[in-house]
């Protein structure tokens, strides 16, 4: 059948050609259907290899052009995952669905067959779980948006409403749920919030693309939001964020200070494109800086001693960011010796790799936009003590103020609707009977709560497992599960995973062992599947018993029958290059593909070993897959290289502050020429690294870091060198702020309304004598704002010890998530944040949070906009401003401890 194909494609294609030439159409028009075409075979051989019968089924469909071509272009440049992990059926499904949508809304019908195929018919929009939303969307809002007779650009704006009404922000794991699951939830994270808007605005026949700048300047933390392609041009919105016109957003100044800001652009695109950041075997990446932000082309020309151009050097644009050197983007250099970047006017390190030679640079804004580096005689690693710049800020959007006030009002009635759709879930009264009617014990309530709209089935698999005397583990297998694994999985998964794992249970394992490591069916972040009773099935008897007594033989069965690699043409291709969109393949995609990259492999291995019993994990910090034997870890090594292994240990000199991996610090390996962040995972304390960590032996460098005030980056780093079987301990110094100076204002007090007592409060009275009060100014909706609800609220304990009290002041709007611990009060139409406009960095007076440190009347410190790790950066202020005023000769209150 596959040789059939072959023919039949060579002579479509060969008849396309003669048909184009007999045409006389212009010779740039022959590039894409032969770069078409090579994509198409390649994904056909790939399809061969891993038993797929999608092609075979997709000339079923020959006699529907449309039809049998779209799926054509989706089955040559969707992910690996997508074959393993789905049927040809979902597929057909979506694009029947575009073609019904491009049918049904008036603007869809004139959308150009290149913008439909890259932002309409995809059903992939970044790494997200993938499910049938397509459908359920298009019949919701086709009867919501056709009865209003909507232009484009209006119909975006209702979507987004829409949205709204449906899904909030809400911090939540790196796993991207899909757009059904974030409906069940009611909240997500940005890349969720936007890859649902994305989801329902395709629905609705408005191209749509995620936009995403991976890591801020000025800023810890990343961000992603929507562009809509409106009459031929891309604007923005902010997902689930309604405001009364395009291209507004919380986000626009912090945009005008990014560095990047680009897209995933499904299938391939022109590589001479202006925007063209690059591409592979699923998608291109495109720029989108210019909408945003002023930019220039930065160009690294690397030459060696000789000044001869240095052609196929990697070359890394990196960023700091959560202590590391992000890599915003990686290039080759070209014949030339060049590689090119669009970027922000802020600093960058790049460094430079070519073949056993590495050199950095680290370039600031006022440098010239060709920079030359040489490979062999400039610095082979970044400097050690280094002061990294964002870009300056641009100016905000401006609302009407009547068009704000009926947005807003807009807003509470959805807050209202989506509260309604709720009103079903479980709360702690629902929670009480379920608890007396099955006897389970009250840390059910947490779960039952947290399930949100996907409650049935935990309820479910609750009450099933009660009949089936088998409530102790549903119990400790949901305990381990994270609350977005609760509002997303199927209670017939949770049952096989349950019922499989009892059965297979080593009667000498701890419960905390086989509770976290078997019985658990989460891995890393891939989607969970029934994937236990397919790698059972798939061995003898003999198997299991053989590899339940000899685990090590579990490699080499692995190995023989998963594949890391394709043949196609006699040429090996990984896998990895076929599967680019972050998104693991499942342990039973992998079982029946018989084909994984190095991660979905690793996850694989897990569940191999789970499925018969064995504890298993990936270990983050060697980044390996492991089992337990014989009460310890052993890795499998898939990679075949030796493998040595080193201890070391973190001494913090300063006993006032817990310092955390992330956000003050870590690690990286030189690897390929550059350096690595170790995964220890995100803010854990110094203190939780007593016992030390195992990595791998090589080359290292400690990164400390610390955001001054005037949101630039000091950056320390240490170099070592690790040995086989060393043990090590390297001192974390975090740099200091050292600029004493204070951009010190008079603070104008005012009036405010005290919410708990419903009366007018001098906000003089708030603040109190030897301390200092931090006035924060927010909008509860928005992003930025919850950001520094959930920050305070942590840092609440530390924020006391070092004498600062906090107040959190809006316009009347109803704050939720904030500690009771808080006083909150109104302030009108923000009088007193007007007032202090003098305060403040910028005057966009509509930019939230707006937080300004006060004491002895002055305002010693203030910032606006989004901010990360806020608790820290007013404990730092407080100490600086105290020390000026002792170097001062003034009086001064000690400052306890800088914990945080």
Known sequence: MFLYLKFMRNLVFSLLIIFMFSSCLKKVELVEPSQFELNYNDKLAFAEAIGSDFFEKLENYKSDSLVYQDLQYLFTYMPLSDFADYDFEFFLNQVKYAHLIKETFPWAKDIPQDIFRHYVLPHRVNNENLDTARMVFYRELKDRLLPLNLTAEEAALEVNHWCHEKVIYKPTDARTISPLGAVRSGFGRCGEESTFTVTALRAAGIPARQVYTPRWAHTDDNHAWVEVWIDGEWKYLGACEPLPRLNMGWFTVSATRTMLVHTKQFGQDDEESSNYLGSNANYTWVNAMKTYAPTKNLIILVVNKNNMPVWNAEVRFQLYNYAEMYPLHTAKTNINGMAKFTTGYGSLEVSVSYKDKTISKTINPQDENIITLNIDTDPKFPAENVVYYPPVAGENHIIDPEEEKLNNERLKQEDKIRANNESSYYNQSKTKDFIKAFDYPESVAEILIGSKGNWMEIEAFLIEASYKNCKNEALALLTELSEKDWRDTKKEILSKHCELAIKHRNSNLADSIFNKYVLNPRIHFELLTNYRPAILESLTDENIKNFKSNPEKIYQYISENIKTQFNINGKNIDVQDFNNYNVS??????????????????????????????????????????????????????????????????????????????????????????????????????SDFSDGIEVLDGKYMLLTAYRNSDESVSVNRKYFDLKANETKTIEVTIPEDNSISLNIKAFVHGNLTDNQTNSLIDSKLICKENTATAFCWINPTQEPSKHII???????????????????????????????????????????????????????SNVFPNIMLVSNNNCIFSSKGYIINVSEILINEWKKSVKSDAMNGVEVLKVESNAN
């Open 790 to 844: 959930r920050d305070i609220n942590l840092g609440l304990n530390n924020l006391k010890n070092n004498k600062i009290n906090v107040v959190f002041i809006t316009d009347g709007s109803e704050i939720q998530g904030l500690s009771k611990e808080i006083p909150t009060y109104t302030d009108k139409n923000f009088e007193l944040l007007n007032k202090n406009s003098a305060c403040s960095l910028s005057a966009n």
């Open 585 to 686: 393949i499942t342990p039973l995609g992998v079982n029946k593909v018989k084909h994984a990259d190095p991660l979905s492999l690793k996850i694989y291995t897990v569940a191999f070993c789970r499925s018969l019993g064995i504890p298993a994990r990936i270990n983050l910090a060697s980044n390996f897959a492991q089992y337990f034997h014989n009460n310890e870890w052993v890795d499998f090594n898939f990679d075949k290289a030796k493998v040595e292994k080193a201890k070391l240990f973190f001494t913090n000199p300063d006993t006032t502050r817990d310092l955390k991996y992330r956000v003050h610090f870590a690690i990286a390996r030189l690897e390929s020429g550059f350096f690595n962040t170790v995964d220890l995972g995100w803010e854990i304390p110094i």
